[in-house]
Antibody, heavy 119, light 107 residues
Framework: EVQLVESGGGLVQPGGSLRLSCAAS????????MHWVRQAPGKGLECVSR????????TYADSVQGRFTISRDNAKNTLFLQMNSLRADDTAVYYC????????????WGQGALVTVSS | DIQMTQSPSSLSASVGDRVTITCRAS??????LAWYQKKPGKAPKSLIY???SLRSGVPSRFSGSGSGTDFTLTISSLQPEDFATYYC?????????FGPGTKVDIK
């Protein structure tokens, strides 16, 4: 069964940085587009970023463009999200997700990592 | 960007009811639409892709239909475990945007 396990969440002050990781297993990680999706408290789902299988191309939501960087290490089956200049409105649960072969929709999700930005 | 809307924003229903949720795209997206179920404190669950294809393991009481701009998610007989918020998402062109969600709660 596909597994995606996020780590690295926590409490950070406004303006600070945090790096999320997502360990993938039970599938050929290097063959899939991957996503970060977040849900702020009481809000809906928001696509944050998407990266292609070899890591050479990425897209970002306007709300995080220039502050967040998605990357991957295919040798270690791990997806990352480097988050800089964090703001209170970045507070959310961040989900790592796999995009089904396509381009297509997400088929598997991680359990999520909570990021809280507060002084 | 393509905007997604959903109606209703919330609904109350009883176990055994037939429930229909509508999703509309601001421009045509062919069949590039997915549905997800989200429960508090849990990861989203993928239900349907390509507008009407059921993900493996998803009960057959869930079904999807539509193409172009108008789509529906139907639960034929609501079960206790189906009380949740449902989101549609298009994946036609970047950015892939979600609808605002429809919360299904117990009447």
């Amino acid at each position: 069964e596909v597994q995606l396990v996020e780590s690295g969440g926590g409490l950070v002050q406004p303006g600070g940085s945090l790096r999320l990781s997502c360990a993938a297993s039970e599938f050929t990680f290097s063959g899939y587009w991957m996503h970060w999706v977040r849900q702020a408290p009481g809000k809906g789902l928001e696509c944050v970023s998407r990266i292609n299988p070899d890591g050479s191309s990425a897209t970002y939501a306007d709300s995080v463009q220039g502050r967040f960087t998605i990357s991957r290490d295919n040798a270690k089956n791990t997806l990352f999200l480097q988050m800089n200049s964090l703001r209170a409105d970045d507070t959310a649960v961040y989900y790592c997700a796999r995009e089904s072969r396509g381009p297509s929709a997400v088929d598997y999700w991680g359990q999520g990592a909570l990021v809280t930005v507060s002084s | 960007d393509i905007q997604m809307t959903q109606s209703p924003s919330s609904l109350s229903a009883s176990v055994g009811d037939r429930v229909t949720i509508t999703c509309r795209a601001s421009q045509g997206i062919a069949y590039h639409l997915a549905w997800y179920q989200k429960k508090p404190g849990k990861a989203p669950k993928s239900l349907i892709y390509a507008a009407s294809s059921l993900r493996s393991g998803v009960p057959s009481r869930f079904s999807g239909s539509g193409s172009g701009t108008d789509f529906t998610l139907t639960i034929s007989s609501l079960q206790p475990e189906d009380f949740a918020t449902y989101y549609c998402q298009h994946y036609s062109v970047l950015p892939f945007t979600f609808g605002p969600g429809t919360k299904v709660d117990i009447k």
